[in-house]
């Protein structure tokens, strides 16, 4: 069973704009939230992370808001480009293991 | 240094067969995971390793066995294999809670 709900699941923004993608976790005993990215043909990449200690975190163009109370993440990127097209999976992860749940991941198109 | 290196890239098998994939890395990682990447299902965890000679089950592990024999290398093994097992798999490792890296992945075909 899924544990992490990612919203949506496809998204086109034009050049200059700001996508947001969504995630909802069930499971409280992970303690780590990352964001990977991923290109066609290849294997994801940690973008960005986060604590649940931290209510926001930046890096670069990329920013992570984290709402414990509501059990959900997001990441925003700003300033889009069309090389940020890809496929976005948020994830939560154990630090006693490093093992990670992964959303259903959201593909992005940015327009030029 | 290579990072996390996977062997083969493609691979077609008929049902029934057994096969090996190869994870190596090279970062002296004491975690090591298989994934599994179906489309509109993200990455779903088959087996993972804390550490040399440890192996745990993740979220689907029937029909996949593992090994880590040495640090260095994670195992994925493949008896009888099935159609529904035909997939990207992914290795991965990791030092704690700093993220994991990716291996490129082996596209698995079983007719």
């Known amino acids: 069973q899924q544990q992490v709900k990612q919203s949506p699941q496809s998204l086109i923004v034009q050049k200059g704009g700001i996508p947001i993608i969504n995630c909802a976790y069930e499971?409280?005993?992970?303690?780590?939230f990352p964001w990977y990215q991923q290109f066609p043909g290849k294997g994801p990449a940690l973008l960005i992370a986060i604590r649940p200690d931290v209510s926001e975190k930046k890096e670069g163009r990329f920013t992570i808001s984290f709402n414990k109370s509501a059990k959900q993440f997001s990441l925003h990127i700003m300033d889009s480009q069309p090389g940020d097209s890809a496929t976005y999976f948020c994830?939560?992860?154990?630090?006693?293991?490093?093992?990670?749940?992964f959303g259903q991941g959201t593909t992005l198109q940015v327009k030029p | 240094n290579a990072g996390v290196t996977q062997t083969p890239k493609f691979r077609v098998l008929k049902t029934g067969q057994s096969m090996t994939l190869l994870c190596a890395q090279d970062m002296n990682h004491e975690y090591m995971y298989w994934y599994r990447q179906d489309p509109g299902m993200g990455l779903r965890l088959i087996h993972y390793?804390?550490?040399?000679?440890?192996?745990a089950k993740g979220e689907v592990p029937d029909g996949y066995n593992v090994s880590r024999l040495k640090k260095q290398n994670f195992l994925l093994g493949l008896e009888s294999a099935a159609p529904s097992q035909t997939s990207v798999y992914f290795c991965a490792s990791s030092y704690s809670r700093t993220g994991a890296f990716f291996g490129q992945g082996t596209r698995l075909t079983v007719v």
């Open positions: 390793s804390v550490g040399e000679g440890t192996t």
């Open positions: 499971n409280t005993a992970f303690d780590y």
């Open positions: 994830a939560q992860g154990s630090g006693n293991t490093g093992k990670l749940i």
